[in-house]
Structures are given as C-alpha cells and as structure tokens.
C-alpha cells in the first residue's frame, strides 16, 4: 500500500493487535450500547424519539440493566453512531447495520467514542468551562507521553506534562497569568490546584471508553488505545509532509489547488489538510465551498469528504436537503454505505442525474478543454441529445444557458451544435 506518492503506508507500533483482534477488543467496550442500539430500533415502537424516562425504565427491564447503565449506554450509543437522531425520531445509525460483519466500521466506531471522552465522563461542576477546555486541549500530549512509554507511566509524570502544556497554551495566547502590579503567585496557585482532579477526571474519562487502565498511581494505555494515539500522531506527520502546501489555506484554495493533481496525490493533499483541522470544521468548511458557484469545487469538496469518512455523514446527510448538492451527497452516502462506485449512481431519480450532468459540464465549461465538454455528452443518461436537452430544460439548473451555449461552440458536428444553440435560446427566453 503507499499513499499515492510513492512513501510507504506506515505500519504500527510493534505489537500491535490486527485489525480483527482490535475490532473485538472495541466490540467488548460497546457491548451495551450495541444492546440499546438493538433495542431502540427493534423493540421500541415505531418512530419513538429519543429516551424518555418511560423508556429507559423499559430498556432496563428488557436489558436487565440499572437506569444509569441505559443512560450511559444510550450516550455511548448515540456518540459512537450507532443510533441517530433524526428530529425527534431515533433511528439506527449505519454503524450499527455492519456492526457484526465489519471490523473497520467497529473501529471508527470505537474511535469517535475515544475521541468523545470528555462528553461520555462530565467534567467536575464546580471548575470552569475555560479550564476544563484548556485540560481537554493539553490532553493529547499526555497520550502521546503513554504511547511513546509504551507502558506505565506514574501519574506525577503525566501532572508534570499537564502543566507544561497548559503553560505552553497561555503563551501561545499571549494571556497574561496574572493582573498588572500583582505578584505571579496571586493567581497561579489556585490555577495549579486545580489540575491534579482535572488530569484524575481526564483519566477516568479515558478509561470509561477503554483507552487506558488505571493501577495504583499509574495509568497504561490500552491495545485500543495505544492504537488509536499511533494513528492521531501518523495524521499529524501526513499534515506535516503536504507535498502541494496547502496546509494553511482555506478549503476554496486548497480545493483549487488539487484541481490539476492527479487522485492519488489529491486525496493525499486532503489528509494532509483534514488532519491540520478539527473534523467538525473541516467538514463545514468543505460543504460550504460546495454550496458556491464553482461547480468544480463543489465536486471536489465531495471527493474530500470521502476522504473524511464517517465522521462527515452527519454533514452529508444535511447537505442533501439542499437540490444542489443532494446528488452529489447521494452518490457520497451510497458509496458510504457500500454500494460500488459503479453503480451509486443508481440511487439518483433520472432528474438528480441530469442536474448532475449539467453541473460536471459546468465544471468542465469553466475549467476544462473543449473536447471534455463533448466526450462528456457520452455520459448522459438519456442515450440521445434531444431527450437530452428536454429534460435539461426541466431541471432548471441556474448553469442551463451557459453550458448549452459551451456546448454549441464546442462541438463539432453544425447541426447538433446549432440544436443546442436553439435549445439555449429557448431556455434563456422562457420557451419550450
């Protein structure tokens, strides 16, 4: 396997686990949310919402489980996708659908609980909101600290690196510790205090979902968990290794400079960029850009949440309420969902395809070669250029006249072009 440029995949830490032996180490871990999960969408009625107090007396009943364990199971469940919230209706998540045949879903599942620690073990009450979020920031250092160990460390240690790095996030700010004329120690021992019971309640909040083990003074991180910080760190060293710089550009740039890279080193530079950036954001930022004018930014954005995977669904799924998007996020959840790329296509009503064709010969009018825009006429699900054009001007794409008109002027043969010059007229002029 190599990445699209030549460089190796990278391997894990000596002593890995496969990936079926982490799949069940991470099944073991969910087992009651799958439980819920099953419940909910087998033995609920139907198009219940989400757990009433009702509810959850009736899943403890029915899974032989205590309140707080189908609280806690049903926000593992929701947190690791295996239910979905629809409005008020809960439905099965995908995640779930695979769960007994796919490994891999298992494990992104697991990951987006990890990466959910802090929301599956609240943070104490009484600590500000500001603190807690600069412990939860400084955290992944702390696990890099256990991966890097490869074993126990001791918990001063792991306290040691906490206040390092939360140092380190002050000044990076540029806060100032402490008001003009005061003594630095006026505001730092209360501060200082408080990191003790945050890294306690960060390492609890670990363990809850299976990342680390907790001994006496000590903390290990867990085969899940050990693998789950080699990958966050091999993310970090793709970001670093973008072979095109896009790193630092917005979505709009950096898709624009992949338009000319071939897929293996696009798909390359999309890593490289997803991993510099939180997923939440990148994901918005992505669909944004599609949601522009450039249709071929807006293809491209697509292919880069590919490149997300699971943690866009949410998004995707979002976006295909929108009539521009929604073939496009259609062929996306299909693929997600297995379906060949071949043959996604299928799910599109005979409308979304040609409002897709219209949209790619856009793309290719505005920034490919002439010939393209013609062989791109084979593609067309109508088989003949008149059905073609009368279905085109029944979608209304806003891009009708313009890709008409490119077409006109780029092909070859008079009498079709001069066909689709009339059929742009007629668009342009409200006739039929």
Partial sequence: MTDGRGRPAPRPPEGTPPPAELARQAREVLADAVRIARWAAVDRDPGAGPLTEAAQERAAAALELTPDQVRASWDRARLA????????????????????????????????????????????????????????EAVPQVLSLLQLSAGPVLVPALLDLLRQRVAELH???????????????????PADALLPPLLQWALEGLAAVGALTLGEGQATLTPLGNWAVWVKLEQICVAAQSPAGNIEQSAQDMLRGCARLTPGPARAEYRAWLAARTVGSAVTELLAVARGEDALLRGLAFEALRVVGAPAEAGVRSAADDSSLRPYALLWLAEYEGADPEDAA?????????????????????????????????????????????????????????????LAAAHPDPALAKAVRRAAFQVHTGGS
């Fill in 171 to 189: 000044e990076e700010r540029c806060e100032v510790p402490y008001a003009p004329g005061a003594e630095p120690a006026a505001q730092e021992p």
């Fill in 81 to 136: 996708g295996l239910v979905e919230l629809h409005g008020g209706t809960v439905r099965p998540g995908w995640r779930l659908q695979a769960w007994d045949r796919d490994d891999s879903a298992v494990q992104r599942g697991w990951v987006a609980l990890f990466d959910a620690w802090s929301l599956v073990h609240p943070a104490p009450a009484d600590v500000a909101p500001a603190t807690v979020a600069e412990v939860v």
């Fill in 346 to 406: 299928d799910v599109l009503t005979r409308e979304e395809s040609t409002w897709l064709w219209v949209d790619t010969a856009a793309a290719v009018a505005d920034h490919g070669e002439s010939d393209l825009l013609v062989r791109h006429l084979d593609s067309a699900v109508q088989g003949n250029v008149p059905a073609l054009l009368d279905e085109i001007r029944a979608v209304g794409h806003p891009r009708t006249v313009q890709v008409l008109v490119a």
